[in-house]
């Protein structure tokens, strides 16, 4: 799977000249934390954050005026407030490694560019869409926690024995378990009773962790 099959295409940019009234208004209209900013040849030039725009907006504390405040607001412009050094990547980027780099860097979205372009948005919000398709979260079944020593060909033997009772693995996912030589396998299994199941788990060297039934 790659960035380009899961981003936000077209996202809504602004200007530097773009003012933080203005930005802050188009956040909440289209419903965005974050906006890349072009300039006028539309080359990304920097990213501002809701943040930052909370940030630099006055205090309720001040002891300036309304008009004073509104004055100086005013003049504020997103060329002032955006980060510089923009981390970006592909649309031909793997989704595992944008998460990487999300995770890194501690930042929750990187824009997206195509031959210099930027086409799109990828943020948090669509890995957590894509965990959920991982994990099968959206699709009932028997849901299987095992904890299995790293092997060759496990999963392999794994689906052979659930194919031969009939079953069928709609989502799997392996983890690190708490010792560096184990695995966490997670799957979840459609069309095997629960006894077939437990029949097919018996025949491995694995620990069940935990079986249920979800919707």
């Known amino acids: 799977?790659?960035?380009?099959?899961r981003m936000t295409k077209h996202p809504v940019t602004v200007t530097p000249e773009t003012s933080l009234h203005d930005a802050l208004r188009i956040m909440r209209e289209e419903k965005v934390r974050r906006l890349p900013v072009l300039n006028?040849?539309?080359?990304?030039?920097g990213i501002v954050l809701e943040r930052d725009l909370l940030y630099a907006s006055p205090s309720p504390a001040t002891t300036l005026s309304v008009y004073e405040?509104?004055?100086l607001v005013a003049k504020i412009?997103?060329?002032e407030l955006m980060t510089r050094d923009v981390?970006?990547?592909?649309?031909d980027c793997p989704i595992e490694v944008a998460a990487r780099i999300m995770a890194d860097h501690r930042i929750s979205g990187l824009p997206v560019m195509r031959d210099g372009a930027l086409v799109g948005?990828?943020?948090?919000?669509?890995l957590f869409r894509v965990f959920l398709e991982l994990l099968g979260a959206r699709t009932g079944g028997l849901r299987v926690t095992i904890r299995v020593p790293d092997q060759k060909g496990f999963l392999a033997r794994l689906g052979g024995l659930i194919a031969n009772e009939g079953g069928n693995i709609v989502s799997l996912g392996t983890f690190w378990g708490e010792d560096p030589e184990d695995r966490e396998i997670v799957f979840?299994?459609?069309n095997l009773t629960r006894a077939q199941?437990?029949?097919?788990?018996?025949?491995l060297p694995v620990e069940a962790v935990d079986i249920r039934e979800t919707d």
């Open 197 to 203: 199941l437990d029949g097919v788990i018996a025949q």
């Open 1 to 5: 799977m790659f960035v380009r099959e």
């Open 121 to 126: 948005m990828i943020t948090e919000s669509d």
């Open 77 to 79: 412009t997103i060329g």
């Open 69 to 71: 405040l509104n004055y």
């Open 40 to 45: 006028r040849q539309g080359k990304l030039v």
């Open 188 to 190: 979840k299994v459609q």
């Open 87 to 91: 981390i970006t990547v592909e649309d």
